[in-house]
């Protein structure tokens, strides 16, 4: 049934929003604005008139929240006319399943993954294979697990006298798996009764978007870690929209902890998402007496021994701390270039302990912790030990601290321009790496492209950066236009009080959180599965309303 604009408009003018709603309307502006200083003026304002501007700036971005988001709110996708979708789509839907859907959304990948062949391959896939192999010491800085799956495939293509094979068949099976994820969600959505034209468009999400296509091709971990954090998210709403019905749970549970284990074993941060949701549903679970809270007890229970007892027999060195501590190391650095000039002997003293402050003052990027954080954290000083000097300087300089933190973070929550291509040595934004070749390692070890297919690379990485230019659809590459929409959801799920159904909010934050204090700011390689799962999460009916309003 369509709606003339002016009743729509009514509906909207007279629909009231809760406090909470009015205080992310001033996060979102406040947030913005900063994000914006520190992209232009590499600064926080100083002066009155940059005060006056940030506050202009942050007001302006308040009042945008308000409208979109109170419309997004109120919103009804099914009481709106649906615009025409094919309706061959869903009769193939309905004859074939989430097949035909995972195969559409493969062959729109194919000719990447076709003229990228073996695969766009860098120093996260190069390095973890070589410790697969002993050419270097194991570490689980990448986890092992994914270690040892690209490291068996590349073996494998060097036993039959390919490593480029063996690297092709890692990604092509790799990819048919995640298309036959990708699928599967959208075939549940429109199970859920979600609006049609939404899953068509979730179809093409996957499917069009050319950066899931450039994921396709790389053989990092965090294209696989994408489509199983998606997939987890959409059991965790199958599980808590059910969970008071009397029909067993046991394949979303057992989803849950499969592909959250799976999460875990090629994310080092993944546990941060799967412990705290799996304790949640868990006792959520025992409080109703579901006997599935013993599926998700058994996952966990899988990964403490996989990750204190399998990795110890392997004799695999833990992560280092530099890891946990990009924000802090950032601070320290920011808080040493801005104002190691006025510094005490005392504090010159203390920072001399590290490094000289020039040399820090140098090193120090905004936008990536990389470049300091073997000045903070090595060998021979222990995290413990700067986290000292973290705080007293935290108290020194608070100033220093919340610059280098929004410098460091402003890409997964503020709208600013995009970073100039080569940003964060090469890892902010859209990551879509085009190299195969490593000058770090020794070239009979690295893969080889065709040359034939030069002209065809070089038209899909074209593609790409065409259409981050196109207005609306380049949206899909925007990160904070997820975070935002993911904050939206949330407030509607609390709205109607369907309190279970936050749990799977609580998951897509905490993924955020981690992408925050990641080593570099703005990166969609870090952020892709909040990206994958926000089509799943949009299954909760967040845009459905509130009844009786």
């Known amino acids: 049934m369509s709606i003339s604009l002016k009743r729509m408009w009514e509906k909207f003018k007279y629909r009231k929003l809760s406090g ?34 940030f506050l202009l700036i942050t007001l302006v971005f308040s009042l945008i929240f308000l409208v979109c988001g109170k419309w997004l709110v109120f919103f009804d996708v099914n009481k709106t006319a649906i615009p025409y979708v094919p309706p061959k789509f869903y009769t193939f839907l309905s ?19 076709i003229v990228y062949y073996p695969a766009s391959i860098e120093w996260d896939t190069y390095n973890p294979i070589m410790q697969f192999l002993g050419m270097e010491e194991k570490t689980n800085h990448h986890p092992w697990f994914y270690a040892a799956m690209v490291g068996t495939f590349y073996k494998f293509g060097v036993s039959i006298g390919s490593k480029n094979l063996g690297m092709f068949l890692y990604v092509l099976i790799r990819d048919v798996i995640c298309a036959l994820l990708y699928g599967r969600i959208v075939y549940k959505l429109e199970k859920y009764g ?11 999400f996957y499917a069009v978007t050319p950066v899931w296509g450039a994921y396709a091709k790389i053989a990092f971990k965090n294209t696989f870690a994408a489509a199983v954090f998606a997939m987890m998210i959409m059991c965790a709403i199958d599980l808590v929209r059910g969970i ?33 949701i799996s304790i949640l549903l868990i006792i959520a679970l025992a409080v109703r007496l579901r006997k599935e809270f013993l599926i998700l007890c058994a996952f966990l229970l899988i990964f403490g021994v996989y990750h204190h007892v ?55 990027d905004p936008l990536i912790s990389d470049p300091v954080k073997s000045i903070w954290v090595n060998e021979h000083t222990k995290a413990s030990r700067s986290l000292k000097l973290w705080l007293y300087m935290g108290i020194r300089y608070p100033k220093s601290y919340l610059e280098a933190l929004i410098a460091h973070s ?36 690295t893969c080889d492209y065709i040359d034939a297919f030069e002209l065809p690379r070089q038209i899909l990485s074209k593609w790409a950066k065409i259409w981050d230019k196109i207005p609306v659809i ?26 279970l159904e936050l749990i799977p909010v609580l998951a897509m934050l905490i993924m955020i959180a981690t992408c925050v204090a990641s080593p570099v700011n703005g990166c969609f390689r870090y952020f892709c599965p909040v990206a994958a799962a926000l089509p799943a999460f949009l299954g909760l009916e967040s845009f459905r309303g509130v009844k009786g309003e």
Request: aromatic fraction near 16%.
């Open 20 to 53: 909470l709603y009015y205080f992310l309307c001033a996060l979102f502006g406040l947030l913005n604005a900063s994000g914006l200083f520190l992209y232009f003026a590499k600064r926080l304002p100083g002066t009155f008139p940059e005060i006056l501007l």
């Open 95 to 113: 004859s074939h399943g989430f097949l035909a859907i995972a195969l559409f959304i493969f062959l729109c990948w194919l000719p990447w993954i």
């Open 194 to 204: 979600v609006n049609r034209l939404f899953c068509f468009l979730v179809m093409l």
């Open 244 to 276: 008071d019905a009397q029909h067993s749970l046991m394949p979303s549970a057992f989803g849950i902890g499969f592909f959250g284990l799976l999460f875990c074993l090629h994310i080092n941060n993944g546990i941060c998402v799967f412990l705290p």
């Open 310 to 364: 399998i990795i110890n027999v392997l004799d695999v060195r833990p992560s280092s701390a530099q890891e946990v501590m990009a924000i802090p190391m950032q601070q320290l650095s920011r808080t040493v270039r801005d104002n190691y000039s006025s510094f005490t002997g005392e504090e010159l003293d203390m920072v001399k302990e590290y490094a000289e402050p020039e040399a820090i003052s140098g090193a120090y």
């Open 410 to 445: 402003y890409g997964y929550y503020a709208f600013t321009p995009r970073e100039e291509e080569g940003a964060g040595n090469l890892n902010t934004g859209m990551t879509i790496f085009d190299w195969v070749k490593d000058p770090r390692f020794p070239d009979e070890f």
């Open 474 to 499: 380049n949206l899909t590459d925007a990160i904070p236009l997820y975070t935002w929409l993911t904050v939206i959801s949330g407030y509607i799920v609390l709205r109607k009080k369907k309190y």
